[in-house]
Structures are given as C-alpha cells and as structure tokens.
DNA sequence: GTCTATAAATAGATAGAC
DNA sequence: GTCTATCTATTTATAGAC
C-alpha cells in the first residue's frame, strides 16, 4: 500500500535519545546486525498482519527464508521476537515524536502524532499483541529498550496533553492519563481495519475519520 | 463485581425478535438446556478473562465440573463454544436495545447502549474474540442467530444515528457507518480495562469518561 | 451423557552434523 | 551460523466402556 502523505518516516538509523548507545560494528557484525533488521521487520509484519498468538514461529522462518533453528540463533524465543518488534515500533515513534516542530501548538501535536500512528496501522505496520499474554508481557516488562521508549513517548505526550488542557485546547476534565491512554488506544482502534475493509475510504480519509470522532467526538458541534 | 445502576439486565428467558422459535421442553431436554447455559456462560466469563485463544477446552470443562468429552457432546468445537458465547450477549444486546424508551431522543439511545456495553466489558462478562481467527469467524458468518442478533442491533443502532445526524446533535459530516463502528469498537475498548487497572476510579467513573470523549471528544467544548 | 484414556495435530524449542 | 531432523509439551478432538 503506497503511503502518501501520510507515510511515517523509518529512521532505521538515527538513535532516539535514552536508547542503548550504538557501538563501532565490524564488517560481519553489521551484516549480523542486517540480518536481524530483516527478522524484526518481517515479525513486524507479520504481527500487524495475524497477531501474536497467531503468528507462528515457522512462518516467520518461512518469510525471512531461513531455518527455524537458525532463527532461534538471533533470538531466544517467540516472546523475544515480538519484543524487538515492539522496541523497533517504540524506536519509531521516539524519533517521530522528537520531530514534532517544537512551535506547533500542543493540541496539534496530538494530532500528529495520533495521525502517525493510524498511518503505521493502514501501512500494515503496527504489531498487535494480546493485552493478555503473561509470558509475552514479561518479557516486554524486562526490555529496557521498550520501556525507556514508552516512557520517554508517555511523558512527552503527557506534557503535552497538561499543556493543552492548561490553554483549555483540550478537556481539563478529562484526567491526562485518561487521554494518554486513548491515544495509545486510538493507535490499534479496529474502526480502521474495518473502515479500510469497506473500500469506501481512502487512507488518508479514514485517518482524517477517526481524528475528527477522537477529537471533536460524535456529537455536532 | 457488583453492578449498581449500570448493572446490565441479563433476560435469560426473553426471547428477541428474530431468533429461533422457543419450543415446549419436556423436563429432561429443561435439565439438558439448563446444562447447557451454565456451559455458554463459563466460556463467556472465560471468553473476557484470557480471549478465545488464551482460553482452553480443558479449562472450559474443568470449569464447569464436566469431562471434555461431556463438553464435546454438547458443542462440536471450541469455535462452537465461542460462537454460543458470542450468541448469548447478542441476545442480551438485542433485548437490551428493545427496552430502551421509545420517546427518548436518538442521541441518548445511542449513548445508553454505549453505556450498557461498556458495563458489560467493565463486570467481565463481554467476551473478546480475534479479529483475525479465520475459523472462528467462518464459524460465526454460519451461525444464523448471531447474524440475525448482529443485523437487528445494527439496524436499530443505524436508525438511530441517522436519525440523530438528521436532527443534528450527531456530527452529519461523519458517515453512519463509521459511527457504528466507532459504538462497536467502544464496547471492546481497551482503555476501559486500562483506567480499571489504575484503581483510581469506579466503574460509573470510568463509564462516564470514555462516554465523554468518545461523544464529545477529547477537546474543550 | 458421563467418564477415562488416548489419538492426532500443532507449535515452541533443541541436538548435532556441517 | 545454517541446516535437517527431532524432541517435548500443549491442545483439540475422539474411542469406547459404563
């Protein structure tokens, strides 16, 4: 699907700041290391498209086109797979949000970023993983790279919506965390797969959708 | 949990308009169904607590205090299982949508099948499926009494938002049918379970909150 | 219809040669 | 590190006695 306007850049390079910090690599360690790039952004997919649960470990050894017990070399298990999914997703939206122009004002920036991650999700990027899943959840739990990256993204977001609610831009009634979290959850809303499947909309409508409901809700105003 | 007001009434013998005529039951198949619906509402408890994947036969029968082969006397699959879930709130939803006041304007209908949806998922008694389970979903496009279920609410909650759009107080610029969608994927919506977690507020609380953004949206009024 | 016991299939993970 | 072949555990589903 080609991405317009819309397309989320992939700074495959740059290090959001709080990340690991990258190190010299020698001639075989960058070819190790774009061997796994190709892993994590084949898992990647194959979490938007299926879902944990039903992505198999075969599959994935399948799309890369290696054997299963070499994929097990680069990565110790299911779990550790959909976790490098999930901080290479949390990379990008560090970068992006760290490129949200420091002017705009903070309802605006919401936006933005609201927009980019509906974008990720039409573009088939955006893993989704069961709320319930212990073993998958503890592993996230113990991935520094995944958790400094939610932080990071939450306390800007957060400064943001204090500020927006400071100007009377957005809801002072509404407690932060409660918008933050409809952020993240408006990031995986099914409106969109469903909305994507009537054939009815283009992406970039259906983007410009779900923003107006988020934001401006339902009711006319 | 104890429900208060938002408690949702759970009409076991109401039968809604369009589904499968009752039959006179002798006392044997009355000791059979009632088997039966103590079975359909383990897995719908089951359903909400882990999602049809994470849920097991075996749990499901242990559960209930029955073998697995008992289990599969009744229902031919696990898909089966779910589905009779699935069926047994569509038929709560519809008698639900039934009993609500005629006089009342569409925008509050609307708002009052949002609010006993969400009561729902909040009591843990809204079962959560994947939207991406080829075989369950064949199962559910051939189970008459769920689409039927799922076609009348749809209709009814259709009628009521076009008539809201017609009269303004629901933003006519949005298409019906994203509107739909939207009511759809609130009764599922995860940060419902996320503002749970927080222990900071109660269930009205909570209900209320996603009520207001999802209407009225995230910014200022 | 209910049970115990077991089949059959799937999927995560590993052994060991190269 | 990559491969083939295999192990092991889990889980859906069924056979057959009562």
């Not at 680069?74 to 992006?96: G, W, Y």
């Not at 919401?110 to 509906?118: E, F, G, H, I, P």
Request: with cysteine.
């Amino acid at each position: 699907m080609p991405q317009t306007q819309l397309s989320p850049p992939t700074p495959q390079s740059a290090t959001p700041p709080g990340t690991s910090a990258p190190v010299r690599l020698s001639f075989r360690e960058q070819m190790l290391q774009a061997r796994e790039d190709a892993i994590v952004q084949t898992v990647n997919r194959l979490l938007a498209e299926k879902g944990f649960d039903a992505m198999t470990v075969d599959e994935v050894a399948a799309a890369v086109g290696i054997a299963k017990a070499s994929l097990y070399k680069h990565f110790p298990s299911k779990e550790a797979l959909a976790s490098a999914a999930m901080v290479r997703v949390m990379r990008q939206a560090q970068a992006f949000v760290h490129t949200v122009p420091e002017g705009l004002a903070p309802l605006d920036k919401l936006k933005m970023v609201a927009r980019w991650t509906m974008a990720l999700q039409l573009s088939g990027e955006m893993p989704s993983l069961p709320s319930h899943n212990s073993s998958l959840r503890a592993t996230l739990m113990d991935t520094p790279d995944y958790l400094n990256g939610l932080m990071d993204v939450s306390d800007t977001l957060g400064g943001w919506i204090e500020a927006a609610q400071a100007t009377g831009s957005i809801n002072p009634q509404l407690p932060p965390i409660a918008v933050l979290y409809t952020m993240y959850a408006r990031a995986c809303d099914p409106v969109l797969e469903f909305l994507q499947l009537g054939g009815q909309h283009s992406h970039d409508e259906i983007v410009e959708l779900v923003i107006s409901s988020c934001f401006d809700g339902l009711t006319a105003r």
